[in-house]
Nanobody, 126 residues
Framework: QVQLVESGGGLVQAGGSVRLSCAVS????????MGWFRQAPGKEREFVAA????????YYVDSVKGRFTISRDNAKNTVYLQMNSLKPEDTAVYYC???????????????????WGQGTQVTVSS
């Protein structure tokens, strides 16, 4: 069983920065594909960023490119999401997800991940 625990959310002013962390249990974390998704009230959960285990390739939704950075520390079994230049429309619950099956082609879909964290709220005030 793989468990994910997010931390780092909170209230921030527009233009500010927040770093989310996701601690992952599991002996083979270095082989997991990892992703961040978010869900705003009344909206579907949407892809934000992903990092694959092979070569550490990263992917982002267009709306966060240049502002958000996903990274991983395999020694600490942790994945991060550094969020800069935050906007009110970034307000959402942010979820960390793990793909232990190597569904690399499905990195932007919720179905591409088989383990999820409980989510952490990020609120950006204008």
């Amino acid at each position: 069983q793989v468990q994910l625990v997010e931390s780092g959310g909170g209230l921030v002013q527009a233009g500010g920065s927040v770093r989310l962390s996701c601690a992952v249990s599991g002996r083979t974390f270095s082989t997991y594909g990892m992703g961040w998704f978010r869900q705003a009230p009344g909206k579907e959960r949407e892809f934000v960023a992903a990092i694959r285990w092979a070569r550490g390739r990263t992917y982002y939704v267009d709306s966060v490119k240049g502002r958000f950075t996903i990274s991983r520390d395999n020694a600490k079994n942790t994945v991060y999401l550094q969020m800069n230049s935050l906007k009110p429309e970034d307000t959402a619950v942010y979820y960390c997800a793990a793909d232990t099956r190597d569904y690399s082609a499905s990195y932007s879909y919720t179905g591409g991940y088989n383990y999820w964290g409980q989510g952490t709220q990020v609120t950006v005030s204008s």
